[in-house]
């Protein structure tokens, strides 16, 4: 998210939500090293239904500028340990366009499908899409920033249909795409959908505009104001009705405003969610949000909300991503309720990730996010990104799997889409989230996620196939599994993920460790027909 360069500080603020920010860092009481805590009885049969989320619910982002090339994220020195320097030292390095025929890249891809690509970010707010006869074009006419080649949209349907994902975009809002009055116009978005169609391809779903909420640093007109989004999306409604009735329409998009300290800060040409969905009026078919838990090191010369690799495992940081999910949800019930929730974009940290956002540590907010968002009504999340950027789930230079890869590509085989109440509400070092098991009728998997520094206990009545997912290093971007180093074998060949016999009874999960347990035979009538993906 380029925006984030243009945050302000953030000027001290409470409310309801900023005050349960400030709670969750109170300290609970430390229990003896090494000993387990007490145990908690899972059975799985009982289990009530508490929800479903897409088929498509764990999806990624590949942004617009990977698709087109262009100034990306700058990826950081070895042992990065602090900001990179502000004094004549950019962020961003220019990135050419990502080969999206790559064939390491499709079947990593494809092993997470079905899934959402979205192709969007701040740099789709301003692109332009050529005509055949200007298609050579090298620079973007007046009122754009940059030009999306038709061959590169072409390789992003061809990597779709590859990989089993649906598109899901957001469309150019800058200068060059409306009229002398500052009327947005449907020129530029009617070519590109055009054009799409011609090659057989869809889009899934949209966003009228990248992070409306920062309008002002997004590439909106100078002084866009919630009335003329208002009025612009009212003809983005009337443009897709006619033209892409199959198309769900997102909104607004905007980013973590979570009136809390580590939230984004208004800035000048800021608009806040709510005035954007007074202005608008019906049209949404599902409410998407962004977010992001802090800045990365990347920003904090910017003097942008921090993190550290220390607090990583904490039960506050883990947590913002329910605080702002509930923001959001707070807005989508006064002004579109009932309407579906939607993270279109969120990582570790904005500006890019911080550098251990691929290790190990960061797979901790990854699963935990998931688990906490399904069970709280979230039915699609999507990780940003893919392969660019320290927060990719692919290495950007070499396509391997990062830690988060391996996290994801375990949920997607062992979490489905009926969400389970797992008893226990995330505290004190102790996650436990359920799902049905894909393709088993009345299976269970539960995710336990121990981000304490003691080992905990739960007590499984049924025998279970057990996945454990700890650490080689501090620093690794690699995990192992039932203590196995995961890595890609010859061609590119994905490991055999295959769990180990957990008997019933007691379950030690040892410190900072996260572990799945499946349940072929667990017996839960919510279960039953499940489909296998």
């Not at 100034?71 to 990135?95: C, D, H, M, N, V």
């Not at 499908?113 to 692109?127: C, D, E, K, Q």
């Not at 003329?228 to 443009?239: E, K, S």
């Not at 889409?417 to 226990?424: H, I, Q, R, Y």
Request: proline share 8%; net charge positive.
């Amino acid at each position: 998210m380029r925006t984030i360069l243009a945050f302000a500080a953030r000027a001290n603020r409470t409310s309801v939500l900023g005050m349960a920010a400030a709670l969750a860092l109170l300290p609970t009481p430390a229990m003896p090293q090494g000993r387990p805590a007490s145990t908690n009885r899972i059975d799985v049969a009982s289990l009530p239904l508490v929800g479903t989320v897409d088929a498509r619910f764990q999806s990624y982002n590949v942004e617009m500028a990977e698709v087109t090339g262009g100034q990306f994220w700058k990826p950081y020195p070895p042992a990065a340990a602090g900001a990179l320097p502000s004094t004549g030292t950019t962020p961003f390095e220019y990135r050419a366009p990502i080969d999206l025929a790559n064939a390491r890249l499709r079947k990593l891809a494809r092993a997470l499908g079905p899934a959402y690509l979205r192709v969007s970010g701040t740099w789709a707010n301003t692109i332009y899409f050529p005509d055949e006869q200007d298609d050579a074009v090298s620079s973007p006419p007046p009122g754009f920033k940059s030009v999306l080649h038709r061959a590169q949209w072409q390789g992003v349907i061809d990597f779709a249909r590859a990989t089993d994902a649906k598109i899901v975009t957001s469309f150019a809002i800058g200068d060059g795409a409306r009229d002398k009055g500052g009327v947005w116009t449907t020129d530029q978005a009617a070519r590109w959908v055009q054009f799409t169609r011609s090659l057989g391809g869809e889009i899934a779903a949209a966003e009228f505009m990248n992070e409306p909420s920062l309008a002002g640093i997004g590439g909106a007109p100078k002084g866009y104001t919630a009335a003329d989004y208002g009025r612009d999306f009212r003809i983005f409604v009337a443009f897709v009705r006619s033209t892409l009735p199959h198309m769900a329409i997102l909104g607004p998009g905007s980013v973590t405003e979570v009136p809390a300290p580590w939230g984004i800060p208004p800035l000048p040409g800021s608009i806040p969610s709510a005035a954007l969905l007074a202005a608008t009026g019906p049209g949404i078919d599902a409410f998407s949000y962004h977010h992001y838990g802090a800045a990365s090191l990347r920003c904090a010369a910017m003097h942008m909300p921090q993190t550290s690799a220390a607090d990583a495992l904490s039960e506050e940081w883990l947590a913002r991503a329910s605080l702002t999910r509930a923001f959001y949800a707070d807005l989508r019930d006064r002004y579109t309720p009932g309407k579906p929730l939607w993270m279109t974009e969120g990582a570790d940290a904005a500006c890019g990730g911080n550098p251990w956002s691929g290790t190990f540590r960061d797979s901790f907010r990854y699963l935990d996010q998931l688990g906490r968002l399904a069970r709280e009504g979230v039915e699609v999340s999507m990780h940003n990104t893919l392969a660019a950027g320290s927060y990719s789930l692919l290495d950007q230079e070499t396509l391997s799997p990062k830690a988060n890869y391996w996290s994801a590509l375990l949920w997607h085989r062992l979490m489905g889409s009926n969400v389970l109440d797992a008893g226990l509400a995330p505290t004190n070092g102790l996650h436990l989230y359920a799902h049905c098991l894909p393709g088993k009728a009345g299976g269970v998997t539960l995710l336990a996620i121990n981000n304490g520094k003691t080992a905990r206990q739960i007590r499984m009545p049924r025998q279970s196939l057990r996945y454990t997912l700890s650490s080689p290093g501090p620093a690794s971007a690699s995990v192992k599994l039932n203590g196995r180093l995961l890595e890609l074998g010859a061609n590119d060949t994905l490991p055999d993920l295959a769990g180990t016999t957990q008997r019933a009874g007691a379950v030690t999960l040892a410190p900072e460790t996260i572990t799945f347990l499946a349940v072929p035979s667990g017996g839960n009538a919510a279960c039953n027909g499940v489909p296998a993906f």
